[in-house]
């Protein structure tokens, strides 16, 4: 069965800090996808990146980096240099490669990103 | 604005009431999807469509509930009999190919 943990409910930061937002997840599948999205306070996913479980490098997009590593199942999301836009809730999910069925998103629960000027 | 809409962005109703809410997804993408957040959660997934055919249902999508997508173009779920547990948020998502799901900005049920 699919599972994604996000064990930090909320994390206050003051801005220019770095965070690091941890997604572990559980699957028995071999191909399958992971992804990052943020909700803002107007409450529309934003879709910030996705990683299929073929492709281990890391990557970075401005401030923000992602860490996959595959032995220990985790999807590791980090922010550099925080800002107060930052502020939101950001969710983890991952995705089965379905036979014949869709390629729904099981998210974990969030984690609350605040961040004080 | 060519993203996914929702209508009504907001409902209030009245427990047993029946309500019935509409997603336009962005336009050619063939794939569509209802999920439900409550407070606190992640959002859950309901059901899935391609094109017209609706091909996947989750276990929470209970007999009160049912969606379809007539043309293979908009969708709508109904939730008939309403219940103050069906009280969230409901997002739809459309997609042009497998895992590249767009959201859009939900409709938030508040069952009194």
């Known amino acids: 069965a699919q599972k994604v943990t996000q064990a930090q409910t909320e994390i206050s930061v003051v801005e220019k800090e770095d965070v690091t937002l941890d997604c572990v997840y559980e699957?028995?599948?071999?191909?399958?996808?992971l992804f990052w999205y943020k909700q803002p306070p107007s409450g529309e996913l934003v879709f910030l990146i996705r990683r299929n479980s073929f492709d281990e490098q890391n990557e970075i997009s401005g401030r923000y980096s992602w860490n996959f590593q595959k032995s220990t199942s985790s999807f590791n999301f980090t922010i550099t240099a925080s800002q107060v836009v930052d502020s939101a809730v950001y969710f983890c999910a991952l995705s089965e490669a379905p036979q014949g069925g869709s390629e729904k998103l099981v998210f974990g629960k969030g984690t609350k990103l605040t961040v004080n000027p | 604005d060519t993203g996914v809409s929702q209508n009504p962005r907001h409902k209030i109703t009245k427990r047993g009431q029946n309500v019935t809410f509409r997603c336009d997804p962005i336009s050619e993408h063939n794939r569509l999807y209802w999920y439900r957040q409550t407070l606190g959660q992640g959002p859950e997934f309901l059901t899935y469509?391609?094109?017209?055919?609706?091909?996947?249902k989750s276990r929470l999508l209970s007999d009160r509930f049912s969606a379809e997508r007539p043309k293979g173009s908009f969708s709508t779920l109904e939730i008939q009999r309403t219940e103050q547990g069906d009280s969230a948020m409901y997002l739809c998502?459309?997609?042009?190919?497998?895992?590249?799901?767009?959201f859009g900005p939900g409709t938030r049920l508040t069952v009194t």
């Open positions: 699957t028995r599948d071999t191909t399958y996808y």
């Open positions: 469509f391609q094109n017209e055919a609706q091909l996947e």
């Open positions: 998502a459309s997609s042009p190919i497998p895992y590249e799901q767009y």
